[in-house]
Each structure stands twice: as structure tokens, then as C-alpha cells.
């Protein structure tokens, strides 16, 4: 509750908010090489060393203070839209939920961040009203057309790929780096750890198998 009270958002500022389970990882992962390509190629691209949620903090945990200063300011959220900090909602339209509702979504919810549809709802209808202003992405549809979500990834970011980046092959070289197998395989993902609540978790249990329908297979970390 910090962050929405005291998150001062940027014109500029970026946020990637999806439930958990949902593809976060490959998405900051997708957005972070989208948005710094021109700061970093493949060879010192800082997710070969840092776990993608690292390198775009989250607000809830107290980790946007270290985003400041960043050329490209990229921000993470599993947080509802209502619960968003009230300087990102600033459109007068959204009736924010009280800290007591928000304790009722986390208690009624599937997941840590109350019920996944009203979480995905929420940001559909923003999405509806706040045109230009959220670019509401699905996973079916990344996979099924990644290039193509690149794309409006980096004309939604402000950075869209010129010409001749794709004549290049930029989007595709960013797609092959960012892919499952390719993150999956990196020294940092396959032994690394981080600190979370005060316990070590593993970075490889940020990466599933990255398949439509993965997570009715199986129960992923929750991070």
C-alpha cells in the first residue's frame, strides 16, 4: 500500500502489469530487450546476468526506488487495477477499492492478488476507455504472433522498430534471445537464486514450458 500512496508516476513511466502464471517472466523479458536495444546488444544485454525480474523492478515490493534515474523506465505489477498507485490512475474514471476491499480480493482470490478474471477484466475495460494508454496483450496471441506483439510492444513504448532494424532482423534476433529455451538455458536462470520474503528461491522456477495451457499441467512458484 506504500507504492499507492506514494508513487509519483512519470509521463514517461512504463508499467507491465499481468497476473502471475500468466507469461510475466518472458514478457519483461521481451520488453526489457525491446526497449534497451539500442543501450545493449546480445553479448551485454544485463538479462545474460540478471533474472528478467530483476531487471524490471516491481512497485509492491519496494523495488521501483532503484529504476530511478533509468533511461527506460520500466515497471512491474501483479497488482489489480484499482489497487494501482493513484498517480498512474489519474483519469478521474476509476473508483480505487479501499484497503478492506483490496483484503477481501486477496482472501476470496485464487491467487495472492485476488480473482484472476476480475484482474484481467479490470484492465480490459481500462484498456476500452484509456485508449493509446494501456495496450492490453493476451498469450495466445504473443505466441501465436510474436513478431507481431514486438511490434506494438515498441510502438506502444514510443520506440518503434525503424526500417531498417527490420530489415536487420533486430525483432527477430530480440524474439530468439527472449524465447523459452534460450532464457531457460542461461547460467543465471539455470543456477542462480534471489531473495524472496526472507527465503532463497530458485531462479529456474520462474520459467515453465512456456506452452498455451502449461499451467492446468502443473502448479508453478507463485512469485
Known amino acids: 500500500m506504500y507504492a499507492r500512496e506514494h508513487f509519483q508516476a512519470q509521463a514517461s513511466d512504463i508499467f507491465l502489469c499481468s497476473p502471475t502464471q500468466t507469461g510475466c517472466t518472458w514478457l519483461k523479458a521481451l ?4 526497449a534497451t536495444r539500442t543501450q545493449y546488444d546480445d553479448s551485454n544485454i544485463p538479462l545474460r546476468t540478471t533474472i528478467p525480474h530483476v531487471c524490471i523492478p516491481f512497485l509492491e515490493y519496494g523495488e521501483s526506488s532503484i529504476a530511478a534515474g533509468r533511461k527506460i523506465p520500466l515497471f512491474a505489477s501483479y497488482l ?8 498512474i490512475i ?3 474514471e476509476v473508483d480505487l477499492v479501499s484497503v478492506e476491499e483490496a483484503f477481501e480480493l ?7 492478488y485476488g480473482p484472476y478474471w476480475e484482474h484481467v477484466l479490470g484492465y480490459w475495460k481500462a484498456s476500452l476507455e484509456r485508449l ?3 495496450l492490453f496483450l493476451k498469450y495466445e496471441g504473443m505466441m501465436k504472433d ?18 531498417k532494424e527490420e530489415r536487420d532482423g533486430i525483432v527477430q534476433r530480440i524474439i530468439k534471445f527472449c524465447n523459452f529455451e534460450s532464457l531457460s ?5 539455470k543456477t542462480g537464486k534471489q531473495v524472496k520474503n526472507d527465503a532463497f528461491v530458485d531462479n529456474s522456477a520462474y520459467f515453465g514450458k512456456g506452452k498455451v495451457g502449461d499451467w492446468r499441467l502443473e502448479k508453478l512458484f507463485e512469485c
Open 132 to 134: 493509446g494508454k494501456i
Open 90 to 92: 489519474d483519469s478521474g
Open 185 to 189: 538455458n542461461l547460467e543465471v536462470n
Open 106 to 112: 486477496f482472501c476470496k482470490g485464487v491467487s495472492s
Open 146 to 163: 510474436t513478431e507481431g506483439c514486438v511490434k506494438k510492444l515498441a510502438e506502444f513504448f514510443g520506440f518503434p522498430f525503424s526500417l
Open 31 to 34: 520488453s526489457f530487450a525491446t
Open 80 to 87: 489489480p487495477y484499482t489497487c494501482l498507485p493513484k498517480s
